[in-house]
């Protein structure tokens, strides 16, 4: 079955120090999301990402932060200059079609990195 | 603004009784519901979906969720707990754009 892989599973990073974490969304997906979940509490929304461009962000995906589909299979966050609180899961998702019919629509996750900033 | 609300932190239910998670929905127009499943240190694996249709959505693992739109609700239920559906349950509604809003989670606990 298809799934969605991301790498690193863990990174520990210094305060300061840039971070990009990568995703390999299913293959014939077009829609891309990162989202990211503190302490094993509620999932935020952070990006949303369509024909190479950011559909939409959420006010935690500030300046900092960044996404690039740089090739046809990778989809990556960077975190510029991270900071204490961006100690999170990150997690990437895809998805085939934005609505109902023969696509339903869900998101399919992949099992996250864990970025940890000392 | 769409949104979902989980009213319990936590569910704790005997191994083999019915089991409800409880989840409450505010859209504008019509809802798109999900509800997904965390295992501990593990990503959001997809359980059911209400698009339209049936009341009653059928999934994996023998869950079911009911949608009821006179009370906004779209609870997830099963029939009978196994211990190993302990894990976090998070109930989400698609917003106009596409992404995925999720509710703050319920911890199942289902002991032996």
């Known amino acids: 079955e298809p799934e969605v892989t991301q790498t690193p599973s863990h990174q520990v990073t210094q305060m300061g120090q840039e971070v990009i974490l990568r995703c390999v969304p299913i293959s014939n997906h077009l829609y891309f999301y990162w989202y990211r979940q503190i302490l094993g509490q509620k999932v935020e929304f952070l990006v949303s990402f369509y024909n190479n461009e950011i559909s939409e962000k959420s006010e935690i995906f500030d300046d900092q932060f960044s996404v690039e589909r740089p090739d046809g299979s990778n989809f990556t966050l960077k975190i510029r200059s991270t900071k204490l609180e961006d100690s999170a899961m990150y997690f990437c998702?895809?998805?085939?079609?934005?609505?109902?019919?023969?696509?339903?629509?869900?998101?399919?996750f992949g099992e996250g990195s864990r970025l940890t900033v000392l | 603004a769409q949104s979902v609300a989980q009213p319990e932190d936590q569910v704790n239910v005997a191994e083999g009784n019915p089991l409800t998670v409880k989840c409450t929905y505010s859209?504008?127009?019509?809802?798109?519901l999900f509800w997904y499943v965390q295992y501990p240190n593990r990503g959001l694996q997809f359980l059911l979906k209400?698009?339209?249709?049936?009341?009653l959505v059928k999934g994996s693992y023998g869950f079911e969720a009911e949608f009821n739109k006179s009370q906004t609700s779209f609870h997830l239920k099963k029939p009978s707990a196994l211990v190993s559906d302990s894990a976090l349950y998070f109930c989400?509604?698609?917003?106009?754009?596409?992404?995925?809003?999720f509710g703050q989670g319920t911890t199942l606990q289902v002991k032996p």
């Open positions: 989400a509604v698609k917003s106009n754009t596409g992404k995925l809003i």
């Open positions: 209400y698009i339209t249709g049936d009341n």
């Open positions: 998702a895809s998805s085939e079609a934005l609505w109902e019919g023969a696509n339903t629509g869900e998101l399919f």
């Open positions: 859209v504008s127009g019509n809802p798109y």
